[in-house]
């Protein structure tokens, strides 16, 4: 499993320099005057020149690619153009927070997309079939800003039963931290008043943000229960007596989620996209808000940063899934041997 | 196209795209009150829905559902150029990438794999951020991130097909590899773009509301509705129909070309297909 | 429909198929897939059940199972295991199966171990403990090697052979009085083939279970069952000790199929038709439009069982005119 692991990650460098490569172009290439973006609109040509020389914009582009490169392999992601701190630093505290987000998120969407593709499965064609299908075609219609600030009006502004948004109230302060996690950091510091207001605060944002991921892991798992139910071994499991419950909810699921598993990973990107506007619409200091302060501020370092970031994040996720994949169908491993 | 109708979640999906097909077409005279586009009254502003005003008025009095008229021809050409030039560039390199196995198939594909890499909307942020923003650049932006799915499809099909006979045939009988790609292949993966097409164009839809949304696409006083929806945040919640409608006519939208690529991908993917037995 | 030779009073039966019928409903129209199935099945005997793919085969052992697919219907007959109606009320755990494709019949991702006893847990009596001893003895019985660890393995670790061989053991886990077997050996190489039916054979006789046994093999058959059963779309058409019906097969299928293929039933090459499609059977006796001794009537009467001998009987009413040259190939 060790070497599985290694290879997977191994397999996933090259995309990586590829993103590294894109974030390069974007900045460098793409824009007519890198320099003068990066002076900003009342610069004068001084100053302009001055930025060219320090940026190292006069090398050729060749070399400019190796140093963006080597920077960015160790670590080294520039300063905000904005706030003049360093962008690793900034996103270091925000990242914790998109995923506690996400993570919710996720673990909403498996925990009600998996029962409801079943479910959908073993009614093919019949009625619940039909609803969880227009169910789930439905959640990847909705947009996630528009479903937020009609939840918000709901919960928040009419019936007054869940914050607006942040992530905890201001009157509590923060938990010490551990993982960057309020849910967790706030649990290893004993403090339940915390946990609960740092849950309640996180429901609005995760409900809203899961149900593109619900959708499409109750789509997956669908189809999945129904291309194993063909199986000769669901089949033969029945002739052996199995009991239909453990048969579908055990049996077969396990078969159909390795199909959803591989889809976890893509989903990842869409719940990180989606966490951009839900983050800006809850005021949720991750990444999401970063980016779109940042896209406001025109301040394009930062903006590249959280592109990398996402996509580190990203390839980290798809690598963990092959993982969890293998785990979960012992063929996976044995084929990459 | 008989199994599509047999099929009602995906008549529902193809009646909801041709409603707002007719809207989009025709939308200067269903308007009610067509100027409202760029005029403003401000003696009218944040009216609740009435018989005047079906969906109410927004923050400068204009009638939002003029606006949600003539919004949906924005987001329809929106969706369909991006798809269209997504299309572009995404089928001729499945087409190259998947014919051979050699190092220019290889390089098509990783190049593909880096764009699939970040999530696009994300990317979309980047490039439209960098490309000055506003609809033209939020529309390449789309482009830009939308035709790897194209490559991907285009790719697949095309090594599915060029092993199948009849190709094996035709290379026999001397027929160049251009039009083999072009007169056999393509047409053959046709149905597997048009699936990717469809949803597409629900996918776009919801991506330029949000870059509307964040400010990144399209531009006051446009009736966007990802703008529109921006723009009613400030008057929550008061004027709970200004954000409303705007977003359900996305919902809708989006919900019509969803439930028709579904339905599609069931004709079209005989594995998945519901059968009526 | 058919007469009840097999009904003769009150033989202890094992198993009888009474009449049996079975339609599935398709976008063609109704399949009749089985009309008029009869048979029995004594304590401790062997039938066979033989026919071209397509005949009906595996709807039967589905029925006999309770494993008809959904939308099935049954609008008459009966399945009777030990004088119960097994159609109306199910029985698990007292009929083994052994499946036709040991490679596709155990789930890839689970262990071995796991499946054959998620199928013992409601069947047998005893602990998961007492499950787990009684099937490495079993697997010892089968000669499988390693028995000790086979539980713990995963299916992809087995060959053909030793899956078939692990599921032999399976349908014996819960000592059932009839065993029920699908084609066991035709996804095996030949040599294999042998060992695992000779292993079949003395296991069953051992434990003096009954055994239902569908093949498309006759040279199987011959060294299996006691009795066969020739099924010719969804009806028997043919019916005997095994040795009488393969020395002197009375129906016009029989005599024809025997001719062209003497070890395997499959499809009678160089005769006019194909097996009739379960949605559309033609009138009368459905062999009708391919027999080269079918007269007028036969398009007509749905032929009787005739009685040939005790225990023997054959869907012909002309069974005894001699088929043309031509016919038999």
Redesign the interface.
């Given at each position: 499993m060790a070497r599985y692991i290694l290879k997977r990650v191994l397999l996933a460098l090259p995309a990586l320099l590829g993103l590294v490569l894109l974030t390069f172009v974007l900045t460098r290439v793409i824009p007519a005057d890198p320099a003068a973006m990066l002076a900003g609109d009342a610069a004068t040509p001084a100053q302009i020149a001055d930025i060219r020389t320090r940026y190292g914009l006069d090398q050729p582009l060749w070399r400019q690619a190796v140093t963006h490169v080597r920077q960015v392999m160790t670590g080294d992601l520039g300063s905000s153009i904005f706030t003049g701190r360093p962008v690793a630093e900034e996103i270091g505290f925000r990242l914790p927070a998109t995923l506690e987000l996400t993570f919710a998120a996720l673990f909403l969407s498996v925990l009600f997309g998996v029962p409801l593709g079943l479910l959908a499965a073993l009614d093919h064609n019949g009625p619940v079939d039909q609803v969880v299908r227009l169910l789930s075609v439905g959640g990847l219609a909705i947009a996630g800003f528009w479903l937020a600030i009609m939840l918000q009006l709901v919960f928040s502004m009419e019936l007054d039963l869940l914050p607006l948004r942040g992530r905890l109230d201001v009157a509590l302060g923060t938990p010490p931290t551990v993982t960057g996690l309020y849910l967790l950091d706030s649990l290893l510091a004993g403090r339940l008043d915390m946990f609960g207001n740092a849950l309640k605060h996180l429901v609005l944002p995760a409900v809203t943000l899961c149900l593109p991921g619900l959708a499409s892991i109750a789509r997956f798992t669908r189809s999945g229960v129904l291309e194993t139910l063909q199986k000769d071994f669901v089949l033969y499991a029945r002739a052996a007596g199995y009991s239909p419950f453990r048969l579908a909810a055990i049996y077969v699921l396990r078969n159909a989620v390795t199909v959803t598993v591989t889809q976890v990973g893509l989903l990842f990107g869409a719940l990180i996209s989606g966490a951009v506007a839900v983050e800006a619409i809850f005021d949720w200091p991750g990444l999401g808000t970063y980016a779109v302060q940042a896209i406001l501020a025109a301040d394009y370092k930062a903006l590249l940063a959280v592109t990398l970031v996402v996509g580190v994040v990203y390839a980290v996720v798809n690598v963990l899934v092959d993982v969890a994949q293998a785990l979960v169908d012992p063929r996976v491993a044995e084929q990459l041997k | 196209m008989k199994r599509l109708l047999r099929d009602p979640v995906a008549c529902l999906g193809f009646l909801l795209v041709v409603f707002a097909a007719l809207v989009a077409a025709f939308a200067p005279w269903l308007a009610p009150y067509p100027d409202d586009a760029f005029d403003s009254h401000l003696l009218q502003r944040l009216k609740p829905p009435s018989a005047e005003f079906p969906f109410g008025t927004d923050y400068l009095g204009r009638d939002i559902l003029s606006r949600v008229i003539l919004g949906t021809r924005n987001a329809i050409t929106v969706a369909v150029s991006v798809v269209l030039a997504a299309m572009l560039i995404g089928v001729p390199m499945g087409l190259v990438a998947g014919w051979r196995d050699n190092w220019l198939s290889d390089v098509l594909m990783r190049v593909t794999d880096v764009f699939l890499a970040v999530p696009q909307l994300i990317l979309a942020l980047a490039l439209g951020q960098l490309m000055a923003p506003g609809l033209t650049t939020a529309m390449a932006a789309l482009s830009l991130t939308y035709w790897p799915f194209f490559a991907r499809t285009v790719y697949a099909e095309t090594r599915r097909l060029r092993g199948a006979l009849f190709v094996d045939a035709l290379a026999g009988l001397g027929a160049s590899p251009a039009r083999i790609l072009l007169l056999h292949v393509l047409p053959n993966a046709a149905p597997a773009i048009l699936v990717r097409a469809t949803i597409g164009m629900g996918f776009t839809i919801l991506t330029a509301a949000i870059l509307g949304f964040l400010g990144v696409g399209a531009a006051p006083p446009s009736p966007d509705w990802g703008l529109a929806v921006a723009e009613a945040r400030q008057h929550l919640p008061e004027s709970w129909w200004f954000a409303t409608f705007p977003g359900l006519a996305i919902l809708l939208l989006v919900l019509g070309f969803n439930l028709l690529g579904d339905g599609l991908r069931d004709v079209a993917d005989p594995r998945l297909r519901r059968s009526r037995k | 429909m058919s007469d009840m030779l097999a009904s003769a009073p009150e033989a202890p039966s094992l198993m009888t198929v009474r009449d049996l019928a079975v339609h599935i409903p398709?976008?063609a129209g109704v399949a009749r897939i089985l009309d008029g199935v009869s048979f029995t099945l004594p304590p401790g005997g062997s039938l066979g059940i033989v026919g071209e793919s397509g005949c009906g085969k595996s709807t039967l052992l589905?029925a006999i199972?309770?494993?008809l697919p959904k939308?099935a219907r049954v609008p008459q007959g009966q399945v009777l295991f030990q004088g119960q109606d097994i159609l109306k009320t199910p029985v698990?755990?007292r009929i083994g199966?052994i499946?036709?494709?040991p490679y596709?019949?155990?789930?890839?991702?689970?262990r071995a171990g796991d499946?054959l006893l998620?199928?013992m847990?409601?069947?047998a009596p005893g602990t998961r403990d007492d499950h787990r001893k009684k099937l490495i003895n079993l697997f010892h019985a089968v000669q499988l090697p390693e028995p000790q660890n086979a539980l713990d393995k995963?299916p992809?670790q087995f060959s053909g052979g030793q899956r078939q061989r692990l599921?032999i053991a399976?349908a014996l886990a819960c000592d059932p009085d009839l065993v029920v077997a699908d084609e066991p050996t035709t996804a095996l190489d030949v040599t294999t083939q042998r060992e695992i039916l000779a292993l079949l054979r003395s296991l069953i006789s051992e434990r003096n279970m009954g055994l239902l046994f569908v093949t498309h093999d006759f040279g199987v058959l011959s060294s299996v069952c006691e009795d066969v059963a020739v099924l010719y779309a969804g009806r028997v058409a043919e019916y005997g000790p095994t040795g009488n019906v393969l020395a002197d097969p009375r129906h016009p299928y029989t005599r024809m199929l025997l001719a062209c293929h003497p070890d395997r039933a499959t499809d009678l090459i160089g005769i006019p038709g194909t097996v009739p499609a379960a949605t559309a059977q033609p009138p009368g006796c459905r062999f009708h439009p391919r027999c080269p001794i079918s007269r007028p009537n036969c398009a007509v009467a749905v032929p009787e069982a005739v009685r040939i001998f005790d225990g023997s009987r054959v869907a012909c009413p002309y069974h005894a005119d001699p088929l043309p040259e031509v016919a038999l190939g």
């Open positions: - | - | 398709t976008d589905r199972l309770g494993i939308g698990r755990g199966f499946p036709q494709d596709l019949s155990l789930n890839p991702v689970f499946q998620e199928g847990r409601n069947h995963y992809h599921l399976a």
